[in-house]
């Protein structure tokens, strides 16, 4: 969630995925994020491709339109997860597909942000004469120097056990490639929004799963320049997703669960986010 103004083209984008919208259900969470930001209202619109885009406005219609007025198979956990996938996005896939009367139920993806983004928030709750914030470093280089009462880890639960010698759950990972130019995208490219999610799986040439014109979010204003991200899954790299395909997910979640008996044992040590917890969360459940 860390965002920066591009010095080529002074849009302000973020380094590690689209925009992030903190939708608000729990109260407590929202009460205490107030204190170091003023929020505003903030709906994200996406369109889907895969052979023509289709504005996400997230109903059983636009699917269809899709779809080519086809009837939905929703039968199989694949079906709907790639439905999910192609609409929004590899973060959403547990949060927006429900199967109803053989359809597909979707939410569209609205809530609020920060007036001043994410950085800006995120300086001001550090801000504590109590807190010290190190960076560019590996937790199991230090752990032996930190004194606490009690350690929060948001890192991947199978690193933490690591000495354990057990498999490796499997995580997926996203590469952003960056590309600034002068003028906006080309309407065949990008289109009316800032969000495109592809279906890699249907891609016949570059494989990738969204791009990102920052310069529409927010309604910034810029330059006649542009910034887009072009992101790609990939097996490797650094972890920011489990693996939830359907032939991967009951080895993985078995293999948590064994983790996980042995996270319950740690008094000393709260897990807590989607990594070590080895599953998706909205902003507001992460814990």
Known sequence: MYDYVDDT??????????????????????????QFATWIPYEQKKLGFVNKNVQVTLNVDTVSEMFDSKRLDTSTEDSKSRISRLLFGNTDVSETTQETNEQVKLTK??????????????????????????????????????QCQRLYYSGPIDTYFED???PKLEYKSVLFEQVSQEGSMEEEEQDVTAVVNHDEELSTEDIFTRIVEYKDISDQEASDASVYFIERDTDEGEPYYPVQSVEKQQRNIELYNRYKEM?????????IGGLANYKYFSMDESE
């Open 109 to 146: 993806e609205e809530g609020y942000i920060p007036q001043d983004e994410y950085t800006a928030l995120f300086n001001n709750m550090l801000d504590n004469d109590k807190i010290t914030v190190v960076t560019n470093t590996n937790y199991f280089d230090v752990k032996d120097q930190l």
């Open 164 to 166: 354990l010698n057990w």
């Open 9 to 34: 083209t002074g849009i302000r984008v973020s380094a590690y995925n689209s925009k992030h919208i903190l939708n608000i259900e729990n109260e407590r969470v929202w009460e205490y994020v107030q």
């Open 263 to 271: 996270a319950e044992k740690d008094d000393g040590v709260t897990f």
